[in-house]
Structures are given as C-alpha cells and as structure tokens.
C-alpha cells in the first residue's frame, strides 16, 4: 500500500527566497512520485514526477524535486519564488507510471510575502 | 497540450435535486477517467474509475447508486450527485488519460466543479 504525507499545511516564503515543500512517502513497491499544483477553483497540473532514472527531477516554473529512496522522501524546490507561484501543492505516489491509483497527501499551501 | 474540460465549474442546487457535471477530453480520447472528490482542507480521494463503454469501478465507501457515472463516448464521462445533500457539497476534480499513450501517459485534469448544495 501507498501513502503520503506532507509536514506543513501551510509554508510561507518571502518572494525571492528558498522554496522547500516536504513530501515523505511509504510505498511496498517501488514508487513512482509526483508533485502537482493547484491554483484556487482549478484542477491539478502536473509539476514534475519521478520513474526511474535520475533522482533529481526538474519540473515546470523552476521546480524541482530528489527522490531519497534513504529517507524515503520527495522534496519540492525552487530556489526563489515568485507571486505567482502561491497555490495548493501536493504530492502523490502510485506503484505504476500514470496508475490511477495515485495517492495523495493532503497538500501545503504556499503563501508568497512580497 | 491535452486538455480536460470540466462544466459547470460551479453549482448550487437545492437538497434533493440531482446535478451532473461533465468532463471532456478535447484533443484526445480517454478511454478511462477518473473521479475525485476534494473537501476543504484535505486532500483528494479518487472516487471511481469511469470507463468508456462499461461499468464504472467505485472505491470503497463511495455509493455507486448516489453517484451515477456514465461515460458514453471516447471523449465524455459524466458524473451525476443524485438527490443532493449539503454534506455532498465538495469540490469535484475529474482526471483522464490519453489512451494512445498507453499506461504510461500522464493524468490529466480538469479545473473541477464546486458544488453547494443548500
């Protein structure tokens, strides 16, 4: 079975700065990863999301997230963040590229300080 | 880029009236979609696996009587809350893959429909 889970409801950064969401995952299989973004009254868009491969997986805007098999965690980052970037994001996991059965975890929303 | 087309993107609507929302896939054929439900705050659960052509599969714990789901063609499924009630107010998200991509092409999602129902 897979679950998710996101330490942080909510994150505030100061525009500019470090951008570091936590996603820690469990997983029987090996897990395919995925971070999404939601903006307010909107459905999901596709971040980035990890197969195989390079555990350092670059996204859209200037995210990015390293799988950690060791800490079994799926970190998403941006180095400075911009306004635009404020919205929902969650993680998920499935046991198979593009399943179904993704599971989420219950999101952080990222507040942006001008 | 694909993309998924949900409507209404709201509603509101007396308890006991029905309400159906669509999605659509508009550039490409989905020969599964799927149904989420997010409520405040929390995160989103896959309600049912609608397939085109047979019967939606529902997770446990969602009444398949209540919501009514029925995917007609490649490019449609639709999703129907049955005799509403305010605890069935919820933001609704349905998702869909492009079938000539195989498993392995990515979920896509609609902007989702928030229901009230008063």
């Known amino acids: 079975a897979q679950s998710v889970t996101q330490l942080g409801s909510h994150v505030s950064v100061s525009e500019g700065a470090l951008v570091l969401l936590r996603c820690n995952y469990s997983?029987?299989?090996?897990?395919?990863l995925f971070w999404y973004v939601q903006y307010p009254n909107q459905g999901l868009q596709l971040l980035l999301k990890?197969?195989?491969?390079?555990?350092l997986v670059k996204g859209i805007n200037g995210f990015e997230a390293e799988f950690k098999k060791s800490e079994t965690s799926f970190h998403l980052t941006k180095p400075s963040a911009h306004m635009s970037d404020a919205a929902e994001y969650f993680c998920?996991?499935?046991?198979?590229?593009?399943?179904?059965?993704?599971?989420f975890g219950t999101g952080t929303r990222l507040t942006v300080i001008p | 880029g694909a993309v998924v087309s949900q409507h209404p993107s709201w509603v509101i609507c007396k308890s006991g009236t029905s309400v159906k929302i669509e999605c659509r896939s508009l550039?490409?054929?989905?020969?599964?979609m799927f149904w989420y439900r997010q409520f405040p705050k929390q995160s989103l659960m896959l309600m049912a696996t609608?397939?085109?052509?047979?019967?939606?599969?529902?997770e446990q714990g969602v009444e398949k009587d209540k919501f009514l789901i029925n995917h007609a063609s490649l490019t449609l499924s639709t999703l129907t809350v049955t005799s509403a009630h305010p605890e069935d107010s919820s933001f609704y998200i349905c998702?869909?893959?492009?079938?000539?991509?195989?498993?392995?092409?990515?979920?896509?999602f609609g902007n989702g429909t928030r229901l009230t129902v008063t």
């Open positions: 998702s869909a893959r492009d079938a000539a991509g195989g498993g392995n092409s990515p979920l896509h």
């Open positions: 997983s029987s299989v090996p897990p395919y």
């Open positions: 990890y197969t195989t491969g390079a555990t």
């Open positions: 998920a996991v499935s046991d198979q590229t593009g399943a179904n059965n993704l599971f």
């Open positions: 550039d490409f054929q989905a020969t599964t």
């Open positions: 609608s397939n085109e052509g047979s019967k939606a599969t529902y």
